[in-house]
């Protein structure tokens, strides 16, 4: 009697439980990273929706030669994102959305906890004017908090020339300074 035993290709009970808790180990590790990374991703897309709407508004009132606004929705509160803002020609250039005035685009309300505001300057609208300037200089903070941590938040600084850039962390703790490189310290009015 000849004993031909087929060998047969597969795991052992102990292999798949080792493999299972060596793969639950690294997505233990790497989840964290991965929503850090998704946060800033938003944090990134939703200050550059802001900074297009702010573009669109500068040269549409270049071309059209006539003062065109950026205006939240809403007249009360300090944030832009809970309704949403829109970019329209502004005819008597006050900043407000009048009746016959044009939308040029609508911006939706960011989801929460994302957050949008501008400071002092910018608390309701930002206008140009029809040379490219803007009717103040100041900035917005986008955030992901109420309080601006380490990279959850951005920081939008408009110039009075009307030029529109992203503030930078100067010294490496994760959080935008202005142009006086004074740290972002609140999500409320930068």
Do not use: H
């Amino acid at each position: 009697m000849c004993n031909n035993r087929k060998s047969t290709s597969g795991f052992t009970l102990l292999e798949l439980m080792i493999t299972i808790s060596v793969a639950g180990i690294l997505m233990a590790m790497a989840i964290p990273s991965f929503s850090d990374m998704i946060r800033n991703n938003r944090l990134t897309t939703y200050a550059n929706e802001l900074v297009t709407s702010l573009n669109i508004a500068r040269s549409e009132a270049i071309k059209r030669g006539v003062s065109v606004s950026v205006r939240k929705i809403g007249g009360t509160g300090t944030y832009w994102s809970t309704s949403g803002w829109n970019v329209f020609v502004d005819n008597d250039a006050d900043g407000t959305l009048d009746t016959g005035e044009e939308i040029l685009r609508t911006y939706p309300a960011l989801p929460s906890p994302y957050t949008l505001a501008g400071n002092n300057n910018f608390i309701n609208f930002i206008r140009y004017k029809p040379d490219g300037t803007s009717n103040q200089m100041g900035s917005f903070a986008v955030c992901a908090n109420t309080t601006p941590l380490a990279y959850t938040s951005k920081l939008v600084i408009v110039s009075n020339t009307g030029r529109i850039r992203i503030g930078k962390d100067s010294n490496g703790d994760g959080i935008p300074e202005n142009d006086a490189k004074a740290a972002l310290t609140s999500c409320t009015a930068p």
